[in-house]
């Protein structure tokens, strides 16, 4: 009998952790082949590979990024292929079971929630011609009707052979994100998440887990990420993790947790401050709301005061990054109350703020009291909300406006001088300047086309020049100093007009070739070398200096390109004062 798994990921970076433990489970009884897609290829061209597997059962792993494309595929390949006996599983298909086999008549069986020992019982009345009946945790159709059988009883982690062995892997982990589970369930309730829904939290076996981290790792895995949903619940299993993973590493692995903030106790962090490299760890923490009463309404315990005490200690030791997310349109939270929420984590001044939207999820408290709230939402997935009793849609797409440039220019952390400085000194607040500019991106038609590095800068530069143009000066002289600290060889032409002109940066070149002691710091360098990697350009005010203000002098920006390091030095000094030493 020949069984084919698949799924359609987000991006082929992803992988889908779900089918290799099925897979893993299922053998060597059972051998699978698991086949991954992405969900912008032609639904006919993923229809074409799996048909050309030949499978006598096709499974699908399904979830609310990937169930629409995926109903389009199970329906080509049924018309094809009738025979083939098609399953789903996966937390989109879960819950409302019976809505699913009644609206994708090609689908045969779904398996419900956790779904190792389920499948692969399947597998085996299928190979046998048996009755399902007997298949705990499986739904199907039973003379017409959907039949949900009853649930199974949770796995013993402790049990599944591990999923990250499987040979025809081994080679394409250097290039994608390596999902890895430490443990299941979640201790919280959040509303909101169907990670609420289990009860408890069981963990895979210590050793095992260890075991499984260094192969990875020698295997050449470089981005690992933990899908626990709290992965420091438990103080001394997570200091022991981190310690292990410190003492274990390898060159140029990174390790990504969701942890809860307000929980993580100060002896960790301490730790962690003290003995965690640069950049090895990488924290995501769901914030969601600072609303106390907004948080109360969907069950979410959070003591702010503790998660502030974690968040600015983890962000002062310089060790971790961190990303902490925000949910738009929990009950009772309206437009300003979300501004607030807003203000008050990007006052954290962390690497990294996701703002996203509530969605309905299937199975969810929320969804199922969403007429409390008079939450209006999208039928099919990702069933993103569109409005409620104090949140309208003409609010939600005013957040949107803020969500689509903060990702452009905050997160990726391309001008991070330049929104320093006008979320702290020109505009209200940070909401206020994404907002502002946000509204204006989006009038302008820029959300539906391409960006170049270059547009970005000339887009904010327009931008300034109605919302504030008395901060330009400053503005412009800190871009220049964001596109050169980003760049690792001389550019040939940058977002901006140069004004200094080929002689006198020859001039200045030559000068700081005889005396490079006029600049402190400035590296003892041939004039060749300047010339050749040396970048000059004038500003207005100094952007290194702690005083962001215009003054009666210009000022000249020099930054030097080691192409070697792959590194960028900038320096920057008062134009009178070298023209003045320069003619001495």
């Avoid at 062995?165 to 909101?192: H, M, N, V, W």
Wanted: net charge negative.
């Amino acid at each position: 009998m020949k069984t084919v798994l698949s799924t359609l990921n987000a991006k082929y970076i992803h992988t889908c952790l779900a089918l290799r433990y099925l897979k893993s489970y299922s053998e060597p009884e059972f051998p699978v082949t698991i086949r991954e897609f992405t969900i912008k290829d032609p639904s006919l061209n993923i229809v074409t590979d799996l048909y050309s597997q030949d499978p006598d059962v096709l499974g699908f792993s399904c979830y609310i990024w990937n169930i629409e494309e995926t109903i389009k595929v199970i329906q080509m390949f049924k018309k094809i292929k009738p025979e083939t006996k098609i399953v789903l599983g996966g937390p989109e298909v879960s819950y409302d079971v019976a809505h699913w086999l009644e609206s994708i008549p090609e689908v045969d069986f779904i398996v419900v929630n956790e779904g190792e020992e389920t499948f692969k019982h399947l597998l085996t009345q299928i190979q046998n011609d048996a009755g399902f009946e007997t298949v705990a945790g499986l739904a199907y159709r039973k003379d017409g009707k959907p039949k949900i059988n009853g649930p199974r009883e949770k796995l013993d982690l402790k049990t599944v052979p591990s999923p990250f062995r499987f040979e025809e892997d081994i080679q394409s982990l250097s290039k994608r994100i390596t999902y890895f589970e430490t443990s299941r369930g979640c201790p919280y309730s959040c509303a909101f998440c169907l990670s609420s829904i289990e009860v408890g939290v069981r963990y895979f076996d210590p050793k095992l887990v260890k075991d499984d981290l260094i192969f990875l790792m020698d295997n050449g895995a470089k981005i690992i990420k933990f899908v626990d949903r709290t992965f420091n619940i438990r103080r001394d299993y997570a200091l022991d993790m981190f310690s292990f993973l410190i003492e274990n590493r390898r060159p140029g692995v990174v390790f990504q947790f969701e942890i809860t903030a307000d929980i993580m106790r100060p002896e960790v962090i301490e730790y962690l401050n003290e003995h965690a490299p640069k950049g090895l760890f990488r924290f995501e923490i769901g914030v969601q709301s600072t609303n106390d009463a907004v948080n109360e309404l969907v069950q979410r315990r959070q003591n702010f005061e503790k998660l502030t005490r974690t968040v600015t200690t983890v962000r002062d030791g310089g060790k971790i990054v961190q990303h902490l997310d925000l949910i738009a349109g929990l009950p009772e939270e309206d437009y300003n109350s979300f501004r607030k929420t807003f203000n008050d984590v990007f006052a954290f001044g962390i690497e990294e703020v996701q703002l996203g939207f509530l969605k309905m999820l299937r199975g969810t408290g929320l969804r199922l009291t969403a007429k409390k709230h008079d939450y209006v939402y999208m039928d099919h997935s990702p069933y993103e909300i569109l409005g409620n009793n104090v949140l309208t849609f003409d609010e939600i797409i005013r957040i949107k406006q803020v969500e689509d440039v903060l990702e452009k220019y905050w997160n990726d952390h391309r001008m991070d001088h330049t929104v320093k400085y006008l979320i702290h000194n020109v505009f209200e607040s940070p909401f206020d300047f994404f907002q502002e500019f946000g509204t204006y991106w989006e009038t302008r038609g820029w959300s539906r086309i391409g960006h170049q590095l270059e547009d970005l800068f000339n887009r904010l530069i327009a931008f300034l020049k109605e919302a504030a143009p008395y901060a330009l000066p400053v503005a412009e002289s800190l871009m220049k100093l964001d596109y050169l600290e980003r760049q690792q060889f001389k550019p040939r032409k940058p977002w901006w007009e140069n004004t200094q002109n080929k002689e006198d940066t020859s001039k200045i070149l030559s000068v700081l070739a005889q005396s490079p002691e006029l600049i402190k710091g400035f590296p003892a360098l041939s004039e060749k070398d300047l010339h050749k990697h040396a970048f000059v350009t004038e500003t207005t005010v100094d952007p290194l200096s702690q005083e962001l203000q215009a003054k009666d002098e210009n000022f000249l920006l020099i930054a030097l390109f080691d192409p070697k390091q792959q590194s960028t030095r900038i320096f920057s000094t008062s134009k009178e004062s070298l023209q003045v030493k320069r003619d001495a």
